[in-house]
């Protein structure tokens, strides 16, 4: 037993530097991404470092459905089709915040989220952003590729 516990601390010391090391930045990626399907537009997230709700994350919706969760210096995308959509981020206790805008086929949007102190707590809100100032944040940015799925509550890479 006593040889068991280095064993697993070292395997989990291993992963955790495999998923740092994996995590890319912004400008690594982005040529990556497929391009858009016609008809469908691209929704970028992303979240600058502060000292405000660090090492907390926050699902983002769009239309009350998840798309995926936001984390301190990460960034993820969705692609959906053109439309209506109401963006929102259901992370305090006292306030959901709701951004409606309309996604046109080929455009791009990008939206930051800051925490903002409430009465019980903080609060994710987002704000749509332009794509200078997005890609301001965005170089310094991570790729979560992640972040889109529902049992993603930790930060990335760990």
């Known amino acids: 037993m006593k040889l068991f516990r280095p064993i697993l601390d070292t395997a989990c010391l291993a992963l955790l530097a495999v998923g740092c090391v994996t995590q890319k930045k912004y400008e690594q ?15 970028f ?4 470092s502060s000292l405000h709700g660090a ?4 699902p983002v919706e769009l239309n009350n ?4 969760s936001e984390w301190d210096d990460f960034f ?8 209506n959509y109401v963006l929102s981020s259901p992370s305090g206790a006292t306030k959901k915040y709701n951004i409606s805008f ?3 086929a080929g455009e791009t949007k990008y939206f930051n989220f800051k925490w903002k102190f409430a009465a019980f707590g ?7 952003q332009d794509k200078d100032s ?3 944040v965005l170089s310094r940015c991570l790729y979560n590729p992640n972040a889109t799925q529902r049992f993603h509550d930790h930060p990335p890479g760990m």
């Not at 990626?29 to 929704?43: A, H, K, M, Q, T």
């Not at 903080?122 to 749509?128: Q, V």
């Open 102 to 104: 309309t996604l046109e």
């Open 76 to 83: 993820f995308y969705v692609d959906r089709p053109a439309g």
């Open 29 to 43: 990626v982005v040529d990556s991404f497929p391009p858009l399907s016609p008809g469908e537009g691209r929704i």
């Open 122 to 128: 903080l609060n994710a809100e987002p704000s749509l």
């Open 45 to 48: 997230f992303y979240r600058e």
């Open 134 to 136: 997005a890609m301001r």
């Open 55 to 58: 090492g907390s994350g926050a």
């Open 65 to 68: 459905q998840f798309v995926g």
